[in-house]
């Protein structure tokens, strides 16, 4: 079993969460491929390894990896396109789902990030610095969320400038509502990124997990 495949099944396998799935990623190298016998020299606790032993064999999996793969571009740790400065981060995802433009995960990225309920002065320095940014060849990165980061996409996509969104919830998911046509231009003209599966609905707890990123 190759790692993308491996990685997709922990991720649908419940009872595995994400930093117990970084952790068993961790034992293997690019192009490494997945056997049961190697899960079986990891010395996992025995109920981590139940779980991952019946996520490998579980003939369910194989077309929920299908559908999934038909809906988005799934980006492993291992993968070269994965950034390098993510990669090196505490409890980086081990998978991500993205919609757009993967070659912007190569340039040199700004992050911006604010206030839900921005000043009239916050909104003047974005509208400000953004289009010197973009002019530096910078793409500009942000968490699609009410206030600041909406405004950074905003003004990036107007002034022609490419934008990476990263989200709390599914890619199939809107949040929040009145930013659907924003999340659905930046997937035309950017790039979309969640680390969760496709469906997984947004939930309070998953927006501090995606600020790690």
Known sequence: MNLKEFCLRLKLQQGLGI???????????????????????????????????????????????????????????????????????????TLL???????????????????????????????????QLIQQDFVIASGLARGVDGIAHQETLKNNGKTIAVIGNGLNHFYPQENKMLQEEIMAKGLLISEYLPDTPPRPYRFPERNRI
């Open 19 to 93: 930093t117990t799935i970084g952790k068993i990623a961790a034992n293997f190298t690019a192009g490494e491929e997945v056997t049961v016998d190697k899960i079986e020299s990891l010395s996992l606790k025995s109920n981590i390894q139940n779980l991952v032993l019946a996520a490998m064999k579980n003939d369910k999996f194989n077309s929920w990896i299908e559908r999934i793969e038909l809906q988005c571009d799934v980006i492993t740790i291992f993968d070269t396109i994965y950034p390098n400065a993510l990669r090196e981060m505490y409890n980086a995802p």
């Open 97 to 131: 789902f993205t919609r757009g433009d993967l070659s912007l995960l190569k340039k040199e990225i700004t992050v911006i990030v604010g206030a839900r309920q921005p000043t009239n002065y916050s909104r003047f320095v974005l509208k400000q610095l953004i289009p």
